[in-house]
């Protein structure tokens, strides 16, 4: 059974730090990219962070880079995004998902539960 546990989330002011960590079970989790993507109330949902469990590399929004930083555990079959200096506008379910880097770009094709972050001004 596939599954993704996201958990990490929760009450920051602004200016602090949250760490949020996705485990993966149920696929080869070398053959996949991971990414964080977060849904702010009343807003649609969009990417936030990525990485390639096959070379490693990574992506980040624009509204996250300098402050956001994305790993992998390949032994735990973890990866975690280490948010820093966080922001109001952060506030958001965070969710995280797999995508099978071998068939080239296209949906993500497992989705975890959300986990809700919220900061404080």
């Known amino acids: 059974e596939v599954q993704l546990q996201a958990s990490g989330g929760g009450l920051a002011q602004a200016g602090g730090s949250l760490r949020l960590s996705c485990t993966a079970s149920?696929?080869?989790?070398?053959?996949?990219?991971i990414g964080w993507f977060r849904q702010a109330p009343g807003k649609v949902t969009k990417g936030v962070s990525c990485?390639?469990?096959?070379?490693?590399?990574?992506y980040y929004a624009d509204s996250v880079k300098d402050r956001f930083i994305i790993s992998r555990d390949i032994v735990e079959n973890t990866v975690t995004l280490q948010m820093n200096n966080l922001k109001p506008e952060d506030t958001a379910v965070y969710y995280c998902?797999?995508?099978?880097?071998?068939?080239?770009?296209?949906?993500?094709?497992?989705w975890g539960q959300g986990t809700l972050v919220t900061v404080s001004s």
């Open positions: 149920g696929f080869s989790f070398d053959d996949y990219a």
């Open positions: 990485i390639n469990n096959r070379d490693g590399s990574t």
């Open positions: 998902a797999a995508d099978y880097v071998l068939d080239g770009p296209g949906d993500y094709d497992y």
